[in-house]
């Protein structure tokens, strides 16, 4: 049973079109982290949630917001994506500070393709 | 700072054994992980290893960890086509100050040969 979901799998925007991609999960975890995957690199930490603060990375770029508007769900928005954004976005989700910090537990990941 | 170093690629013959090697620079970090990658997917758990460890053995996976060096490797025994990926390390620290976010290093890439 997928534990962490994200919709959709697949996702073509327009150039400068507002995107926004959604995750959900089904552990309770209360931490939550959208990561950017471009082609043969790593993945890199966009930001994440530790329940409600958000926790920018330094270098992610202001195009990207995300909103968590409760524990199970957390979304990214693109606010004008370019060509440069085409990407897999992976959400993640673990257990920390509670005293019990579990792994990062990955979706599929949505595949976006800006056009 | 954080660092982590990988080979970019292996290639081995169905059957043998893989080893994928990893480097990581922070001495702080707690739990060091594996992660495979097949084409199109998210990032799947194989293991992970905590720091206070040396060695991790989970069916045919072996990890060993040497802090002294600051080095991991992922053996796979009995090498099958099904395990061509992508293998990425990554590691994650404790603390307050930190929330188990992964860095990961660039991925190596295992082609297995029927």
């Known amino acids: 049973d997928a534990m962490v979901i994200q919709n959709p799998r697949y996702q073509v925007t327009q150039f400068g079109k507002p995107v926004t991609l959604s995750c959900s999960q089904t552990l309770n975890h209360n931490v939550m982290y959208w990561y950017q995957q471009k082609s043969s690199q790593a993945p890199k930490l966009l930001f994440h949630?530790?329940?409600?603060?958000f926790n920018n990375e330094a270098d992610t770029p202001d195009n990207f917001q995300s909103r968590r508007p409760n524990t199970s769900f957390c979304f990214l928005d693109i606010r004008s994506p370019g060509l440069g954004d085409a990407a897999m976005y992976l959400c993640?989700?673990?257990?920390w500070g509670r005293g019990l910090n579990t792994e990062a537990f990955f979706g599929q990941g949505t595949r976006l393709t800006v056009v | 700072g954080e660092d982590v170093e990988q080979s970019l690629f292996l290639s081995v013959r169905e059957g043998d054994s893989s080893v994928i090697n990893c480097t990581y620079t922070d001495s702080s970090s707690t739990y060091l992980y594996w992660y495979k990658q097949e084409p199109g997917a998210g990032l799947q758990l194989l293991t992970y290893i905590f720091s206070n460890m040396d060695m991790k053995q989970d069916q045919r996976l072996t990890v060993l960890l040497n802090k002294k060096d600051k080095h991991l490797s992922l053996r796979i025994a009995d090498t099958q086509t099904g395990d061509s990926a992508i293998y990425f390390c990554a590691e994650s620290k404790r603390g307050s100050s930190n929330t188990g976010k992964l860095i990961f290093g660039q991925g190596t890439t295992l082609q297995v040969k029927p």
């Open positions: 949630y530790y329940d409600k603060d």
């Open positions: 993640a989700t673990s257990s």
